[in-house]
């Protein structure tokens, strides 16, 4: 697999996190945290690595070690308290498997090159078990972070709230030996009430910005927007969910039970395995797959139905933490069935999401355009590829996410521009989900090069 050439500004970041014991890199969202850790282990030479993140992207963490790092170490992600916990290589945990004392004691017991805390403000609350686990309960009592020689936090929101969030990170790196409520005193404003005392600011902030710079690098897409392409293609894997079979997948196949229907989607998926596997070694495999692809879509429907079910859950729970942390101000999701679309969108109701499919009616479609390009509130816009894949401008959003794709490329790179077109003023990044562990992981990175390549044109 060909590596990812890293962007200057992501040289500059894994350089600053090489030279540090303990850091904290804060670029904005979507400037690629994750590569820059990847790259500055290498630099450091580091073998043994733990990454402890959300569980929505513990694998796909596994894959950027494959697409930026050419070191071929083992690596594994701790799926489940029950999993053996391996304990050399790249290993990815979630911070809620931490509260598995078998899976803390487990990764206690290895001295780590490097300890990454990927989203790193869920580390913020000093009582939470999951801090405790990581920076140490007490004196006596150290935590994960006392196992590695270096500790990188990650996260673009490193205190969401107020000044008192960075408290831990601080503390836990040796940069103050304040206890909480002094450190609380010195750089926070507030009054007591009856709940305790309210922090409303900040003082001192000269200070704060002092003790942060020694251990921290924070960039804006406004400072490294010269090296950002217009619109950049990324694809990210999520692990599977099950899947809720309704009635409708029965009519579809004519199957009356949840064994046929399985083992007719399993068939399905092998056929169309074998088929792309055909023409991997060809000259052309990406042209061949497509195809491929182009033949298959027909005979495939429920299968890519029940897969993009299947991937959904994981990806709602993402964006709904991007949104939530205001990580994201809008996104465009696109995705090609009715059920998909609208199970993403009553999971995402709370940010005003609208939708537009072959089933809006008429006049609902350009009120719901017209919304999300003006109200604030309307944060969600989720459409089938097809239906708002062209003549329509979603300009107010730069950021956009597949849920599915299309198995025509030109169509992906139609849609993906409603977004990239006059009237944006940002670089546009979109995002392909693919579902772990199943033949969606090939097709989509098929589709994503294919409608790179294609978007250049459009």
Known sequence: MELETPFPYQLVGADFLASKAQALLADVMGLGKSAQAVRAADLIGARDVLVLCPASVRINWLREFTRFSPFDRPAAAVLTGKDGVPTSGVVVCSYDLLATEKVRKALMAVSWDVLVLDEAHYLKERGAKRTKAVYGYNARTPGLASQARHVWRLSGTPAPNDASELWTHLKSAGIVQDQYWDFVYEFCTGFNSDYGFRITGHRNTDKLKQLLAQFMLRRTKEEVMTELPPIAFHEVTVERSAVELDPVFYEQTRLKTPDQFFAELKLADNTLRQALKTVSGAKTPGQDKLKILEAMAGSMVTLRRYIG???????????????????????????????????????????????????TAPDKRQKNIDRFMTDPKCRVFIGNIVAAGTGITLTSAHEVAFMEADWVPANNAQAAMRCHRIGQTNPVRVRFFSCEGSVDEEIMTTLRRKTAELAKIF
């Open 309 to 359: 079910m299947a991937k959904l859950p994981k990806v709602c729970e993402m964006l709904d933490s991007e949104l939530a942390m205001g990580l994201i101000d809008k996104i465009v999701i696109f995705a090609v069935h009715k059920d998909v679309i609208e199970h993403t969108r009553q999971r995402l109701a709370k940010y005003g999401a609208v939708t537009l499919y072959g089933g």
